[in-house]
């Protein structure tokens, strides 16, 4: 008889860890899903980075050569109306 009870007792915890887990494997097949998720979300960001540094160069060499260009302009006004510079 005891041997009997420790057997369905045995049988219960058994069933009850299998149960545990089969939901710990779903649990952790859902975070491996959204770690993958958060992969290609990271990877997006980096190549948006990527283009937004990229288009800031851009966007500074401009902003330099306009500057320059303004500067020369200036500097050629200045001498043509006969005040002196020096750069």
Do not use: C, P
Not at 4 to 10: G, P, T
Not at 29 to 37: A, D, I, K, N, P
Not at 45 to 57: I, R, S, W, Y
């Amino acid at each position: 008889m005891k041997e009997k009870f420790l057997i369905d007792q045995l049988t219960s915890t058994n069933a009850n860890l299998v149960d545990q887990i089969g939901r710990m494997q779903t649990h952790i097949e859902g975070l491996w899903e959204e770690v993958g998720f958060k992969n290609e979300k990271i990877n997006d960001l980096h190549f948006e980075k990527a283009e937004l540094q990229e288009k800031f160069k851009d966007l500074y060499k401009k902003l330099y050569e306009m500057e320059v260009r303004k500067s020369t302009a200036e500097k050629s006004m200045t001498e043509f109306f006969g005040d002196r510079t020096d750069n």
